[in-house]
């Protein structure tokens, strides 16, 4: 294999997670999104279970998840006595933001071949395949986890069973401008080597 290892080092430098509030509203070629997704399922996993599971939302389909979140998170957030309408608003109208959104799922493999922990990374290492094909389409991408992600009763919504979770949901839009601007710690506090 000879591809230009500069490039994807440039592509890996320069992937940054960009916020809805700086989308600028154009919608992406759904052409696109299918790529991304091609490119996700093309993940690592461990015995071939590909636990990934995704759910596109765009056009109406962003208010339908809009409504349906904002409502779950009232029902439940009323019950526990700890419902705030800045909350409410936002799960409500932040969908309405995105050109795409994917809810991402982890489907357990009935015979359960591998740890849960390792679907999990499964599913993370497709979804960097979309944020790295995000990228070099130029299209911003978010991986958000608050909201309803964690609520069980949220699952049925995705197609979800009692045994896989919702692990957040991947914002995309057209960003206003690329952030250049990243933070990373310095590699020699993160690695040690032993020879």
């Not at 592509?11 to 490119?39: F, M």
């Not at 409500?92 to 849960?116: C, F, Y």
């Not at 497709?126 to 986890?145: K, R």
């Amino acid at each position: 294999m000879n591809l230009p290892t500069d490039y994807i080092d440039q592509l890996i430098a320069k992937r940054r997670s960009i916020y809805p509030d700086q989308y600028t509203g154009e919608v992406i070629d759904d052409g696109v999104i299918e790529q991304l997704l091609e490119n996700a399922r093309w993940a690592p996993t461990h015995k071939l279970t590909q636990p990934w599971a995704f759910t596109v939302f765009t056009g109406a389909g962003l208010q339908q998840l809009a409504d349906f979140q904002s409502t779950l998170y009232k029902k439940v957030a009323e019950e526990q006595g700890t419902f705030k309408e800045e909350k409410f608003q936002k799960l409500a109208n932040k969908p309405l933001k995105s050109s795409h959104i994917i809810a991402i799922g982890m489907r357990r493999d009935p015979k359960q071949l591998v740890p849960e922990v390792e679907e999990v990374a499964a599913v993370a290492m497709a979804v960097q395949n979309m944020y790295l094909s995000a990228t070099a389409y130029g299209i911003g991408c978010y991986w958000g986890s608050g909201g309803v992600t964690y609520f069980p009763e949220a699952k049925a919504f995705f197609d979800l069973g009692e045994e896989d979770q919702l692990l957040g949901f991947l914002y995309l839009g057209v960003p206003e401008k690329w952030p250049l601007k990243h933070k990373r710690a310095p590699l020699s506090e993160k690695v040690r080597w032993v020879r």
